[in-house]
């Protein structure tokens, strides 16, 4: 159980200060604002996602490719091998246990991505560094170094992401590198939209998995037939997202071509499991893509 518990604090998500109004983007091009009488005609790439306190997320393009997300705190860098993500490496803090806060101590890591014959992601490696901060005056000391490996499978006949498994373990010098945790996370769909996500947990004992200890499952309601914002990123990188932290699974609304305007997350070993539901209202501009919804503003910018 030990194990399970610091393998659950070594990865984690994203939140930083920035103002909320800009209506250019770096290269000065024009930005839909907030103004839900107008929009943007053609091709469009998803710019900003703001709060009325913080940037969640601030995307950087080159040419069509995303190649950059950056919010103050933490950057994320996407290679590509023609025009497949082949690489990304991120920089900057994380809220390990899941408190809402960002934790003082840095992380890194490197994610490689291979594909399958069919063109399809079918495996993410990742080696991760762990900070902590110590001393006077305070500075950032490597913790921990950890390997993961992620397995995507898809339904043979709708071709959807059906299964992600991950194993992981502690990478000391001088020990023998073994896995001693794993995940297991099952995606149910209602038509191509996620409608429920279960993820559970466990250890590895000399190679072999252990009974899943603690379970998440994640429900997303009430889609609209509108354009979600996430359309607009590249599917390896929603899912290098959703995999920074095991408890990122209720962000796996990116997955779905439409807007859910209700979501819930139950934490199933409790004997009475109580799901905490979330609700919200949307607003669009006039081509039908989500500018605001749970808090969050979606600036676009043309391509």
């Excluded at 899941?98 to 890591?109: A, E, F, I, Q, R």
Aim: charged content about 15%; overall charge negative.
């Amino acid at each position: 159980m030990k194990r399970l518990f610091y393998f659950i604090l070594l990865v984690a998500g994203i939140s930083s200060i920035h103002s909320c109004k800009d209506l250019a983007d770096e290269n000065g091009d024009p930005l839909v604002d907030l103004n839900t009488n107008t929009g943007l005609n053609g091709a469009r790439a998803l710019h900003q996602e703001i709060t009325d306190f913080a940037t969640v997320a601030d995307y950087h393009y080159t040419g069509l490719l995303l190649t950059k997300v950056n919010n103050g705190a933490s950057i994320t860098d996407i290679a590509y091998s023609g025009d497949r993500v082949s690489k990304i490496t991120f920089d900057g803090f994380l809220d390990l246990d899941n408190n809402g806060t960002l934790d003082p101590g840095k992380v890194t890591y490197t994610q490689l991505f291979t594909y399958g014959a069919s063109g399809r992601l079918e495996s993410i490696t990742e080696n991760r560094n762990i900070y902590k901060v110590t001393g006077t005056p305070p500075a950032q000391v490597l913790d921990k170094q950890t390997k993961s490996v992620y397995t995507l499978k898809y339904n043979a006949s709708t071709a959807k992401l059906e299964t992600i498994s991950m194993k992981t373990g502690l990478d000391a010098s001088g020990t023998p590198f073994e896995y001693t945790a794993y995940s297991e996370t099952e995606y149910t769909y209602l038509g191509d939209n996620v409608s429920k996500v279960k993820t559970g947990f466990g250890t590895i004992t000399a190679g072999v998995n252990d009974p899943i200890v603690w379970t998440y499952e994640y429900g997303f309601m009430n889609y609209d037939d509108r354009i979600s914002p996430y359309t607009l990123l590249p599917f390896a990188y929603k899912i290098s997202y959703l995999l920074s932290t095991p408890f990122y699974g209720h962000r796996s609304l990116m997955l779905s071509p439409n807007n859910p305007s209700r979501t819930s997350v139950t934490f199933l070993p409790v004997p009475l499991p109580a799901p905490v539901v979330t609700s919200t209202n949307f607003t669009y501009d006039p081509q039908t893509y989500l500018t605001k919804g749970y808090g969050v503003y979606y600036i676009y910018k043309p391509l």
